[in-house]
């Protein structure tokens, strides 16, 4: 039977999973985390996850050494064979004895993680709307903090605009969506901005990239400028969550004809078959 919860060593039902009130990623926000998808119980691009966990923690000079085969004992039992999920994993800087900003001398790191199954998002095949707004969030983007009072309030502004997503913008360049990076294309090339503190490393962003130059779709990691967006024939947005989402408005304009691209059709064939042969 597969279990519903992992903290600190432990297996339990979600329900009964819980963290004192004096732990620090309930207080500050003093954590970083993972969503890492995992089709028929395989954990997929799990390194790459991984990588992307420990650079995390090293940026927040959180200290937690776990290989990677200790990582899959700990996440596997959480997997069903039979269907499409993914894992949360979050941990904290832990319980500190006062409430106090800088680090505690001691204190053990939480882990914790649950599992979920992947509900199909069935606005892919249409495509969704989504509008520009400011980037309003920090200089450590590319860290996977569980801070993300920014990202939830763009996003929540974006939903009460009737739009999936937001498209964020800094002096007048794109850096990525609310929980997602950002394509375009643009005069045919496949456009996505460079990593750099300010987006973060996607690992849905990074397969189309390596998809992109096996399937030799001219490509190009550059700044995307807001005029240029508001004129590209297609823009997609990606996440382990969601896959690859084409958008279809933007800002109440029409993207392309009004629905999801031909390269897009392309790539999103490309992903689903990529997919399918993780092992
Ligand atoms: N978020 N950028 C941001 C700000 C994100 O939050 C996410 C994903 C991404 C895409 O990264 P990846 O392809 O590795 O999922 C980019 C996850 C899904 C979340 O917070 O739930």
């Keep these: 039977m597969n279990k519903t919860a992992y903290l600190n060593g432990e297996y339990l039902p979600l329900a009964e999973a819980k963290v004192s009130v004096l732990d620090r990623g309930f207080l500050f926000g003093d954590g970083v985390y993972e969503v890492i998808p995992a089709y028929r119980g395989h954990l997929f691009r799990f390194d790459d996850h991984l990588r992307r966990l420990n650079n995390s923690l090293s940026n927040i000079r959180l200290v937690l050494h776990k290989t990677a085969e200790q990582w899959r004992t700990v996440l596997e039992p959480l997997l069903s064979t039979d269907r499409d999920q993914y894992i949360y994993l979050q941990i904290t800087r832990g319980v500190a004895p006062t409430r106090d900003h800088a680090f505690p001398e001691h204190a053990e790191p939480t882990v914790f993680a649950m599992c979920s199954d992947i509900k199909p998002f069935t606005e892919r095949e249409t495509g969704v709307k989504a509008v520009t ?49 950002i394509f375009a294309v643009i005069d045919g090339v496949l456009k996505t901005p460079e990593t750099s503190g300010e987006i973060l490393p996607g690992i849905t962003r990074e397969v189309i990239i390596e998809l992109a130059q096996k399937d030799q779709i001219p490509y190009q990691e550059a700044p995307i400028s807001l005029a240029e967006i508001k004129h590209a024939s297609e823009i997609w947005l990606t996440s382990s969550t969601r896959e690859i989402i084409p958008v279809v408005e933007l800002d109440g304009q029409r993207i392309g004809n009004g629905k999801p691209g031909p390269i897009w059709q392309n790539m999103n064939q490309l992903f689903q078959q990529y997919k399918q042969n993780v092992s």
């Design 133 to 181: 707004l400011d980037d309003s969030r920090w200089d450590l983007c590319h860290v996977k903090a569980t801070t993300l009072l920014a990202n939830i309030l763009l996003r929540q502004q974006a939903v009460e605009q009737g739009a999936a997503e937001a498209i964020l913008v800094k002096n007048d360049y794109v850096t990525e969506g609310a929980a997602s990076n």
